[in-house]
């Protein structure tokens, strides 16, 4: 059986924006590659974040897995023993209301540097942190609390006193700093249904997508700047079947920088080109819209080019729990 490559343009749906005609940046971006390589254009069911779409796509279920702690395994993070793991991203505290950052790049280096200076408050749970994208960090500890009913970015949140000495680490980098990593997605290990690919290796920035990978048994390789996963999925190709994850594409619509989403698009073709020219089995998907109108997630139907010629289309939709069976009879 020939080798798959299965590519996710993180959030690349989107509103129709006003800047642009009406058009969505993707409609917009120049990408000769996807389109002359993709013959065959099916939808399917987006989800709200990407790990519910991933672990359905690749094992048919939903994750009973706590966002965090799926992280935690993409960043080798010890999850031992009932441990709780803390997805932690750039907000800030204001009355009652958390309001998420995608500002992180300015107070990266503040962030890590004072978290870092302080995690020494949490030393009685056994902490162990690792920092990604734009001050964004796993943390997974010890944890004796109840943990609150946090929500989840990219909207406004309800803020909820966190508990121990987490809570006074928290409010006090804010105090220093005026912005912090709250938490979020937290939780312990769950059930993992199996996958239905036995092996691949998953090439991606992004703690989530690894994380999915990681909890399936994958080999994960994290590779934080855009142009050098291709070559590092290049040569994975040749051994086996790949998951090649660009997660800038929904960084940029949190921003609601449309130019960047575009730019990001039509940069990933050309490389795409550069190294795939030749790849047999191709698709390309996508995860949920982000919106470079408001910054948000959108629940929508969600477009799948690829080269593979199956008989999934039913009624102009694919069930999601099924493209990967499809795919890998043909």
């Known amino acids: ?31 000769p590659f996807l389109h002359s390589k993709t013959d065959i254009r099916l939808t399917t069911t987006g989800r709200g974040y990407t790990q519910l779409f991933l672990n359905e796509f690749f094992t048919g279920h939903p994750p009973e897995t706590a966002r965090a702690a799926l992280e935690a395994q993409g960043l080798h993070l010890n999850m031992k023993d009932g441990r709780t793991a803390f997805r932690l991203s750039p907000a800030r505290i204001e009355g009652d209301t958390v309001v ?10 503040q962030l890590v540097d004072h978290i870092t200076e302080r995690l020494d408050e949490l030393h009685e749970f056994s902490p162990e942190i690792k920092f990604f994208t734009n001050g964004r960090a796993v943390l997974t500890m010890d944890y004796p609390y109840e943990i609150p009913d946090f929500q989840s970015p990219p909207v406004n949140s309800e803020y909820f006193e966190i508990p121990g000495p987490l809570g006074d680490l928290v409010l006090g980098i804010q105090d220093e700093i005026g912005i912090t990593d709250y938490p979020w997605g ?36 994290i590779i ?36 960047k989403k575009i730019d990001v698009l039509e940069k990933i073709d050309g490389l795409m080109d ?25 629940l929508m139907n969600v477009p799948l080019w690829t080269n593979i010629k199956t008989p999934l289309t039913t009624d102009g939709i694919s069930v999601l729990k099924d493209l990967i069976p499809t795919f890998m009879r043909y």
């Open 1 to 31: 059986m020939k080798n798959t490559l299965f590519v996710l343009l993180d959030g690349m749906e989107d509103d129709p924006n006003p800047a642009l005609n009406g058009r969505k940046p993707y409609e917009v971006a120049e990408m």
């Open 186 to 221: 937290c939780g312990k290990l769950g059930k993992q249904y199996p996958p239905y690919i036995e092996h691949m290796k998953a090439v991606s920035s992004s703690p989530t997508a690894l994380g999915v990978a990681a909890s399936l048994g994958y080999e994960i390789q």
């Open 100 to 109: 998420w950052s995608y500002e992180g790049e300015k107070y990266e280096k």
């Open 224 to 259: 934080k700047e855009t142009e050098p996963r291709l070559p590092a999925a290049k040569e994975a190709l040749e051994k086996g079947n790949v998951f090649l994850h660009f997660d800038e594409v929904d960084e940029y619509s949190h921003e609601k920088d449309y130019q």
């Open 274 to 298: 550069k190294y795939f020219s030749d790849a047999e089995r191709i698709v390309f998907f996508v995860d949920h819209g982000t919106s470079c109108v408001s910054g948000e997630h959108i």
